[in-house]
């Protein structure tokens, strides 16, 4: 069974060529079983347009049990790194992009009630907006 984005993809990318945390922990979360990725390694590989195809049904999975599901950050950085991630996926994946549209749209009490700075709470909007677009 290929439970690994490296598996899945059949692509292995071998050692890191830069010797940065992000890099390396990329490189480790391609190895990783997806049945043990945490919200924070959702949000890192989503963040990095990493395996979409793979991780995105993962994450809306996440987003409707817990619209505010959150990694290292801040309540919400899942959300918002999903509707930051590549145009292109989006484009070529509109089944799911109405799914995180009708789910945000179902959630915005949620959202707006969430105990956040403003600043974090305007760019989730914001960048929701975006996504719409």
Not at 5 to 31: A, M, N
Not at 77 to 92: A, G, H, M, Q, R
Request: aromatic fraction near 10%.
């Amino acid at each position: 069974m290929k439970n690994t984005i490296e598996q899945i993809e059949s692509v292995y990318w071998g050692k890191p060529e830069f010797d940065s945390h992000l890099v390396v922990t990329c490189h480790q979360l391609r190895k990783k079983n997806l049945d043990d990725f945490e919200i924070e390694d959702l949000r890192i590989m989503i963040g990095q347009n990493i395996a979409l195809p793979i991780l995105i049904p993962i994450a809306i999975k996440v987003l409707k049990t817990n619209i505010l599901a959150e990694g290292d950050y801040y309540e919400g950085d899942l959300l918002k790194n999903v509707l930051t991630s590549e145009k292109d996926f989006w484009d070529n994946h509109s089944d799911y992009r109405n799914e995180i549209i009708s789910l945000v749209e179902e959630k915005l009490e949620d959202i707006q009630k969430m105990d956040t700075t403003d600043e974090i709470r305007v760019s989730i909007f914001e960048a929701f907006e975006a996504f719409k677009r």
